[in-house]
Nanobody, 126 residues
């Protein structure tokens, strides 16, 4: 069974860091572009970071996370990661990873993605 599994969420104080992971099983992530989305209560799901398929490495970030979040992929682990630093309460949301073939940016709508992880909760609070 092919799936994406997101992990690494939790409760962190403002200014803290978390590293989210998105592991693929049953298929290779290599040809897929990967996005991280987040969805806070009563808000729409928004793209926060994307990375193109292996070999290209194009990155894109939402303005709200630029300079604080870093997206990467690890071909040996068949996974992607989202390093989140200097977290603020506004980063509180459920974070999802998603994968699709083709070029993407953080403005690519969720409907364009064929594979989704289950979501992991990130809470930033004192």
């Amino acid at each position: 069974q092919s799936q994406l599994v997101a992990s690494g969420g939790g409760l962190v104080h403002p200014g803290g860091s978390l590293r989210l992971s998105c592991a693929a099983s049953g298929f290779s992530l290599r040809p897929y572009a990967i996005a991280w989305f987040r969805q806070a209560p009563v808000k729409e799901r928004e793209g926060v970071a994307t990375i193109s398929s292996s070999g290209f490495g194009r990155l894109d970030y939402a303005d709200s996370v630029k300079g604080r979040f870093t997206v990467s992929r690890d071909s040996t682990e068949n996974a992607a990661h989202l390093q989140m630093n200097s977290l603020v309460p506004e980063d509180t949301a459920v974070y999802y990873c998603a994968a699709t073939l083709g070029d993407i940016t953080t403005r690519t709508p969720p409907s364009s993605f064929s594979r989704w992880g289950q979501g992991t909760q990130v809470t930033v609070a004192s």
